[in-house]
């Protein structure tokens, strides 16, 4: 008796600290003190994203499956967005695409849902499973909306830009933001060649 309320307590004490986990995950964290404002972009290599997302394909929507017959539609460039607000902000993504060396789009960020979509679209229909984590960690983590009206804390969001498989070499990827109505803030990111 005494054993299984023991296992008891310990198995409410993991399911709380995993709930509290997924919770800071996706809002924002708090913090007592004043925060510095800030935005910034990262682009993710694909270790990285298997490190935060898993490994596993039928779990990490950042990842693009290899089709058996048809190869690979699309390449996923992903990247992060992560603000810092020490009061309401106020964020737009104004424009937001991987160009090459002339210039000319090669590829594009999707909103949500779209990117949802295509995952879906994507997936082995047989896999419902596959299908159902890989849509709650895409509406998990993935940027909401290009416009965000976010409350005091911290906050990082998932990018992926999808072009057609396979993309050129010597990209960058471009993204510009506006905070609070304040001035353009630009990021300019090498996007590395090997893939």
Known sequence: MLRSKATACAALAFAVLLVSGCASAKGSVRQSGPLVDSASV???????VRGKFG???SDNPFLIRMGTISGQPYDFIDASLSIVTDSDADVEI?????????GKTRAWLYDRDTFVKIITDLSNPDDLGSISRRQNAANWYYLPSRSLTLKHGKYEYMLVFLGKHPVPEDLEAYVRLSVNGGPDQEFNLPVPNAQ
């Open 94 to 102: 104004l424009d937001a695409k991987v160009v090459d060396k002339d």
């Open 42 to 48: 990262a682009l993710l290599t694909q270790k990285e």
């Open 55 to 57: 490994p596993s394909y």
